[in-house]
């Protein structure tokens, strides 16, 4: 078990480029959550997958975010046309399915910057 | 709608004991966890309850009071790593996705 790992560990682009992110779950976890956290809040829910299925997506998240899971294992979330708004640590993480019970393991994030 | 309250920050001394209170409102209930997340690190999880009462862990206990919508964690010999922030998250029934407090800091003094 090698935990959840992400990738950049750190973003910094100037507003309006593009940005995709990658994660890999732990191997044997088949949901996949994606969250964004500013400082001094708590995470805040983007999306999650079962499987290579996208079941939820946050009526909060713009028509500039994009995710996939396309083979049901690593996991890529695209940002389009970035904005300052935009600027915060996304955090991916995994879990088994096997009802609510099961705690959702995180990755140590990608830190994203807007200039 | 959903809503998860924390206090802010709190302050202990190495050694003692502190509890750390989280209240809940959301459409359903279908579990509530306790995570820890270091300044700069990700979320790690502590605990897990869904029946009322406390679940023991080591230094670390968490209740929950379902019909009051209430748990606490607590921590005892409290010790310097200790320092973090602490975050409740309520998974709301036939939901998978967790909704979040906003977390306490929790700031050990010698």
């Known amino acids: 078990d090698t935990g959840v790992s992400q990738d950049p560990r750190h973003k910094i682009t100037k507003r309006g480029q593009n940005v995709t992110f990658r994660c890999d779950p732990i191997?044997?976890?088949?949901?996949l959550y994606w969250y964004r956290q500013t400082l001094g809040q708590g995470p805040e829910f983007l999306t999650y997958?079962?499987?290579?299925?996208?079941?939820?997506k946050s009526r909060l998240l713009s028509d500039r975010f994009s995710a996939e899971r396309p083979k049901g294992s690593f996991s890529t979330l695209e940002i389009q046309r970035t904005e300052q708004g935009d600027s915060a640590m996304y955090l991916c993480?995994?879990?088994?399915?096997?009802?609510?019970?099961?705690?959702?393991?995180f990755g140590d994030g990608t830190r994203l910057s807007i200039l | 709608g959903q809503n998860i309250d924390q206090p802010t920050e709190m302050t202990a001394t190495e050694g003692a004991i502190v509890q750390i209170n989280c209240t809940y409102q959301?459409?359903?209930?279908?579990?509530l966890f306790w995570y820890q997340q270091h300044a700069g690190e990700a979320p790690t999880f502590l605990s897990y309850?869904?029946l009322d009462g406390l679940e023991e862990k080591g230094r670390f206990s968490s209740f929950l009071s379902r019909s009051k919508g209430y748990s606490y964690l607590l921590l005892k010999e409290l010790q310097m790593k200790d320092s973090a922030s602490y975050l409740c998250?309520?998974?709301?029934?036939?939901?998978?996705?967790?909704?979040w407090g906003a977390g306490t800091k929790l700031i050990i003094k010698p």
């Open positions: 993480a995994s879990s088994l399915a096997l009802g609510g019970n099961q705690p959702q393991h």
């Open positions: 191997s044997e976890h088949n949901r």
């Open positions: 997958f079962q499987n290579e299925a996208q079941l939820e």
């Open positions: 959301t459409s359903g209930f279908n579990g």
């Open positions: 309850n869904v």
């Open positions: 998250a309520v998974t709301p029934q036939g939901n998978y996705q967790l909704i």
